[in-house]
């Protein structure tokens, strides 16, 4: 068994956490399509729907960001 565990927040390392950021703007692209359809065809529910999950997105990468930060502070202090 392996010194490192894993909290129950579920940290992961630096590369998990660029990786998230990628695939999150990735879908922050596609939702932005979804509601540049939906703004040209007038669907008002499609609309506020890709509204929510572009914020949603936004405060994800938010987070992942907010992690990256915590990790390098945490590396500066192990050393």
Known sequence: MSDKKN???GK???AGT???IGSTL???FSN???VKSARGEGDTLQLIDGLIR???VATGV???VRDLRHA???DILTD
């Open 32 to 34: 932005a399509k979804k």
């Open 54 to 56: 572009v914020a949603a």
């Open 12 to 14: 992961k390392g630096k």
């Open 26 to 28: 990735f879908a922050a």
């Open 62 to 64: 938010a987070l992942l």
């Open 18 to 20: 660029y990786l998230a």
């Open 7 to 9: 909290t129950s927040k």
């Open 72 to 74: 390098h502070d945490d």
